[in-house]
């Protein structure tokens, strides 16, 4: 199916574990990009990627790591999770300065 | 820190009657796009408006745009029950795009 798509949807970990959200897109889009989504600050931009092995910091990219090996996918890791990382994470891409598309989220809880 | 900021953030309104949502930003824009999202579900892109573009339809949706006092805004005409979701308006430097914290819309049928 055509389209962007997260894994898991949802997903609960402990304060110090490792996690990896997965975001795969069919489209060939040459930007990818993680936001974060907590209530009261909107979406705020984690890291992004304007091709295959270019990536680089967004406004909140502290405690995560990104790799885009494959243009297709945009992993987003949390090193050592931690209770502030609790958030919807949104994955979006887009070809050019046009629309971006989204994906579901993922809603991670670190307990 | 966000790059625009909605206004207001919350709206209640009547079915049928136009909801208007603003936006302010800071920096200069190639492009604004308006996006929504209803509970729990991923963004949708509804309407782009460039720079030197003043206005721009979409069916029910009016967006304007003042560069000059960078600012947007968003008109659903004739709303429905179905347009209660959350408004954002994202601007477009150049790769990234930079989110408020968006206008809560509810139509109350």
């Known amino acids: 199916d055509a389209g962007i798509t997260q894994s898991p949807r949802y997903k609960i970990t402990e304060t110090g574990r490792q996690v990896t959200l997965m975001c795969h897109q069919t489209?060939?889009?040459?930007?990818m990009f993680w936001y974060r989504q907590d209530l009261g600050h909107g979406l705020r931009l984690i890291y992004y990627s304007a091709a295959a092995d270019i990536t680089d910091k967004g406004e909140v990219p502290d405690g995560y790591v990104v790799s885009r090996s494959k243009t297709e996918n945009f992993p987003l890791t949390l090193e050592s999770a931690t209770r502030s990382q609790t958030s919807v994470y949104f994955c979006?891409?887009?070809?050019?300065?046009?629309?971006?598309?989204f994906g579901q989220g993922t809603r991670l809880t670190v307990v | 820190s966000q790059q625009g900021e909605e206004d207001p953030q919350a709206l209640s309104i009547q079915e049928g009657e136009n909801a208007t949502m603003n936006c302010s930003y800071k920096t200069s824009i190639n492009n604004l796009q308006w996006y929504r999202q209803n509970s729990g579900r991923g963004l949708v892109h509804l309407i782009l408006i460039r720079s030197n573009e003043r206005e721009k339809h979409s069916g029910r949706l009016r967006v304007t745009l003042d560069t000059s006092k960078k600012s947007s805004s968003l008109l659903i005409t004739a709303s429905r029950a179905a347009d209660t979701a959350s408004y954002f308006c994202a601007t477009d430097g150049s790769i990234k795009l930079t989110f408020g914290s968006g206008t809560q819309l509810t139509v109350l049928p």
């Open positions: 979006a891409s887009r070809e050019g300065q046009v629309e971006a598309f």
């Open positions: 489209w060939s889009h040459s930007y």
